[in-house]
């Protein structure tokens, strides 16, 4: 028996994840949910998991963060992040936190079955286009772009002042004030040596960190 932890802010989605794996499996899986960091946290500190499925977007708590944080409580948890933002957004970050596979959520059925069951197999999972990205990134000549120098939860905000979101917006979608928004786009314009919103969008969209508006 295996037993899966789903950790995402949506009941929609855990249903529809553990209906598709139910439907292609012959039993033998024990599903957990989490619908928070928080609740995440404090399943794995209470319970032993063979896999969890974790999504970035958990409202106030980053996903990679959280995820950083079930890796101390549990050095050997395989972890496999489906999301919805793109690979180029946050897989080199969700690896070096210690994710076992990352995918998008709008992958086939076929790649996501296969990506889960690969790591709840003991494998890990990467699509071949960012296996190949990130080889490249591991050429030690080329310098880090200066988005890397960002945390996690900087990261989420500027990518979403690059969507076009106001801080308010922003503020309500993350569960956070305007001031503490406000000091995250200040952090982020120092940190990438940059003026303005439009820089950051330019900066964004050219790295292919957002799609073009």
Same mark, same amino acid.
């Given at each position: 028996? !295996?037993?899966?932890l789903?950790?995402?802010d !949506?009941t929609?989605? =855990?249903?529809?994840?553990?209906?598709?794996?139910?439907?292609?499996?012959?039993?033998? /899986?024990?599903?957990?949910e989490a619908?928070s960091?928080?609740? +995440?946290?404090?399943?794995?500190?209470?319970q032993?998991?063979?896999m #969890?499925?974790?999504?970035?977007?958990?409202?106030?708590?980053?996903?990679?963060?959280?995820?950083?944080?079930? @890796?101390?409580i549990?050095?050997?948890?395989?972890?496999?992040?489906? &999301?919805?933002?793109?690979?180029?957004q %946050? #897989?080199?970050? #969700?690896?070096?936190?210690?994710? #076992?596979g %990352? /995918?998008?959520?709008?992958s086939?059925?076929?790649?996501?079955?296969?990506?889960?069951?690969k790591v @709840?197999?003991?494998g890990?999972? $990467? &699509?071949?286009?960012?296996a190949?990205?990130?080889?490249?990134?591991?050429?030690?000549?080329i310098?880090?772009a200066? !988005?890397? *120098?960002?945390?996690? =939860?900087?990261?989420?905000?500027? *990518?979403?002042? +690059?969507?076009?979101?106001?801080? &308010?917006?922003? +503020?309500?979608?993350? &569960?956070?004030?305007?001031?503490? $928004?406000?000091? %995250? =786009?200040?952090?982020?314009?120092?940190?990438m +040596?940059? @003026?303005?919103?439009?820089?950051?969008?330019? %900066?964004? $969209?050219q790295?292919?960190l957002?799609?073009?508006?």
């Amino acid at each position: 028996m !295996h037993r899966i932890l789903i950790i995402d802010d !949506h009941t929609v989605v =855990r249903d529809g994840l553990k209906r598709m794996w139910e439907d292609s499996q012959n039993g033998g /899986i024990l599903f957990g949910e989490a619908g928070s960091g928080p609740e +995440a946290i404090r399943l794995v500190e209470q319970q032993l998991w063979d896999m #969890a499925v974790l999504d970035l977007s958990l409202g106030a708590n980053n996903g990679l963060d959280v995820l950083k944080q079930l @890796k101390q409580i549990r050095p050997k948890l395989p972890v496999l992040i489906l &999301s919805m933002h793109s690979e180029e957004q %946050y #897989a080199r970050r #969700a690896f070096q936190a210690g994710a #076992a596979g %990352y /995918i998008t959520k709008d992958s086939t059925r076929a790649e996501l079955l296969g990506a889960l069951n690969k790591v @709840k197999d003991g494998g890990r999972y $990467i &699509s071949p286009n960012l296996a190949e990205r990130l080889l490249t990134q591991l050429d030690k000549s080329i310098p880090d772009a200066p !988005h890397e *120098c960002l945390s996690n =939860r900087e990261f989420e905000v500027m *990518c979403l002042i +690059a969507t076009g979101k106001t801080l &308010s917006e922003i +503020a309500e979608l993350l &569960s956070l004030s305007d001031k503490t $928004i406000s000091t %995250y =786009r200040a952090r982020i314009l120092e940190k990438m +040596a940059m @003026k303005t919103n439009a820089e950051l969008t330019y %900066y964004a $969209i050219q790295n292919k960190l957002v799609n073009k508006p």
